[in-house]
């Protein structure tokens, strides 16, 4: 789908999940890569962040598909280190074509008893780590009047969510930048649009804090539980795969995906039936 020859992605929150799932799709459809990550925790996230060795791993699998690839760490959550990947970038390849705002976290708790640093950083990794990304890259955009520009939502931005309000606020401001940037950057010949999945098949769900979450009334739930309750849902409403989310990410960056500009496309097996 599409042909990205020529073209060079920056891709952020890529040491594993849905980041690498669209790092290796867009190498493979033929764009260099440059991939970052923070590759260390934050304190008020509650399962294993990514790690550098991960990091590494996207490069390999990127590289093995026959296209160059970058890996930096670097943190979202701060301008200047997302203005160095951005410069990085266009020092090795000499442009930036696409970038994917894909880096988050996950934590939970009642809006009542949420301390302010679990509020924080959630707005600061999910909501102004989009802004500092696209920031970063957008005037070099503006200047070859080009590019496509795509960042990760989610389904819960539509709904509301119970004990994770700050991250649908997060998600739903991503999809109120999306939409003003979008319309600030028309004339440039780029596009800004957002995905908003369902329940993706990563980390950020497989581990035991999100587990407890999902499933309150049973002692000690695995993995197994989960999977088992996301079965019994409705028909396609089990977990999304990364790879699922990338074809829809390399659809919106592709040729194919002009026309789509300022979108909030959900992929959520059906639940956006039931949203505005």
């Not at 002009?258 to 949203?275: K, Q, V």
């Amino acid at each position: 789908m599409g042909n990205l020859d020529d073209k060079v992605a920056v891709i952020t929150g890529g040491a594993r999940g849905q980041g690498r799932a669209h790092a290796v799709a867009l190498a493979a459809a033929g764009a260099d890569i440059v991939v970052c990550d923070i590759a260390e925790q934050i304190a008020s996230v509650p399962y294993p962040m990514s790690a550098e060795d991960d990091l590494a791993e996207t490069a390999k699998l990127v590289e093995e598909t026959g296209r160059r690839c970058v890996p930096l760490r670097a943190d979202v959550r701060s301008q200047t280190e997302m203005n160095a990947v951005a410069q990085r970038a266009i020092d090795d390849f000499g442009h930036i074509d696409i970038l994917i705002a894909n880096a988050g976290i996950a934590s939970n708790a009642p809006i009542a008893e949420m301390g302010d640093e679990m509020w924080q950083d959630m707005i600061d990794t999910n909501l102004n780590g989009v802004f500092h990304s696209i920031r970063a890259v957008l005037p070099h955009m503006i200047e070859r009047r080009w590019g496509r520009i795509v960042a990760t939502s989610s389904i819960v931005a539509r709904m509301g969510v119970r004990n994770a309000g700050h991250y649908a606020a997060a998600k739903w401001g991503v999809v109120g930048l999306v939409k003003s940037v979008s319309l600030e950057v028309v004339e440039y010949g780029i596009t800004v649009n957002a995905v908003l999945p369902g329940g993706v098949d990563t980390d950020m769900i497989q581990n035991p804090a999100m587990y407890r979450l999902m499933l309150p009334d049973k002692e000690n739930p695995t993995r197994e539980d989960v999977m088992e309750m996301f079965a019994a849902g409705p028909p396609n409403g089990d977990l999304i795969a990364p790879d699922e989310v990338a074809d829809a990410v390399l659809l919106l960056v592709s040729e194919h995906g002009r026309h789509f500009n300022g979108e909030a496309l959900t992929i959520s097996g059906g639940i956006s039936a039931n949203t505005v």
